[in-house]
C-alpha cells in the first residue's frame, strides 16, 4: 500500500489549504482513514478521521474549521482547512488500514508528510 498526501505550503492565518492523499496498491470495503500532524517539539496529534461506514471524528481544536471528505472512485482523501491559524503549523501525514474496530484503528499505512506553515 502507497500512501501519499499532497497540497501543503505556506498560508496567512485565516486562509485556508485542501490537503489531499492517494492510497494505492489496495482495495478494502472495510477501512480508516485519516490525518495527523506533528509540529516540532510535540507528539503527534491525530486531527481528523473517516472510517467506511461514514463516521467521522475530528479533533476538538479543529472543529468547525477542517472537513474530512473522500472520493472512493479517486482513492483519494481530503482535508479541507479554513481559518487557519498559526498553531496549526506541522507536518501533516494521512495514514489508512483495511481494518478498525470502534475507535481503534491501527493505521498501518502513512504518508510521508506534508509540511503546512501558517504564518500571523
Known amino acids: 500500500v502507497h500512501v501519499v498526501e499532497s497540497g501543503g505550503g505556506s498560508v496567512q492565518s485565516g486562509g485556508s489549504l485542501t490537503l489531499s492523499c492517494t492510497a494505492s496498491g489496495y482495495t478494502y470495503n472495510y477501512y480508516c482513514m485519516g490525518w495527523f500532524r506533528q509540529a516540532p517539539g510535540k507528539e503527534r496529534e491525530g486531527v481528523a478521521r473517516i472510517d467506511s461506514d461514514g463516521t467521522l471524528t475530528y479533533a476538538d481544536s479543529v472543529k468547525g474549521r477542517f472537513s474530512i471528505s473522500q472520493d472512493n472512485a479517486k482513492n483519494t482523501l481530503y482535508l479541507q482547512m479554513n481559518s487557519l491559524k498559526p498553531e496549526d503549523t506541522a507536518m501533516y501525514y494521512c495514514?489508512?488500514?483495511?481494518?478498525?474496530?470502534?475507535?481503534?484503528?491501527?493505521?498501518?499505512?502513512w504518508g510521508q508528510g506534508t509540511q503546512v506553515t501558517v504564518s500571523s
Open positions: 495514514a489508512a488500514d483495511g481494518y478498525y474496530s470502534g475507535p481503534y484503528c491501527p493505521f498501518g499505512y
